[in-house]
């Protein structure tokens, strides 16, 4: 099961229809369902660059907000036995931004973030060459399956 958290800060000056949530849901399933792993729970939470930023400088050491972060855990819930994965933190300020950039609508940018922080909960990462060229291939193909219109840069 996903859980899909908007923060207060957000919720206030920005209002997410439940249908767009329901999607980011969605994009989170169909990541899942791409790499073959089922039967687990996740926390998904929109929220502000400032709450970004200060989880990115105390658990990363970077002092400056960023898009998503992913926060990886191996819990089991004694009572169900699912595996819960963890917690997946997007800044909406930062992702409305790089849609503008990008020129393409604001959810399909959360889907991305969504997709990419489903995939590092997993394990998957973009340090170096050959990781990034597997990560951004499973992302283009989550985004394509879900309609999406973002187009990944090649690095």
Do not use: C
């Not at 002092?63 to 169900?80: I, K």
């Not at 985004?143 to 999406?148: D, I, M, R």
Request: zero cysteines; a negative charge; charged letters at 25%.
């Amino acid at each position: 099961m996903i859980h899909l958290q908007v923060s207060e800060s957000i919720s206030k000056s920005v209002p997410i229809a439940p249908e767009n949530l329901s999607d980011l849901e969605r994009a989170g399933l169909q990541t899942l369902q791409q790499v073959g792993v089922q039967l687990l729970d996740l926390t998904i939470v929109i929220t502000d660059d400032a709450e970004l930023h200060e989880l990115n400088r105390r658990f990363l050491g970077i002092d400056a907000p960023t898009d998503v972060l992913s926060f990886p855990t191996d819990e089991t819930d004694p009572d169900s036995g699912v595996r819960y994965l963890g917690d997946i933190l997007i800044s909406y300020p930062r992702a409305s931004a790089q849609a503008s950039a990008g020129n393409h609508p604001i959810q399909d940018e959360l889907r991305l973030l969504v997709v990419h922080g489903v995939l590092h909960l997993l394990g998957y990462d973009h340090a170096e060459p050959d990781e990034q060229a597997r990560m951004w291939e499973l992302q283009e193909e989550v985004l394509k399956q879900l309609g999406s219109r973002v187009t990944l840069p090649r690095e």
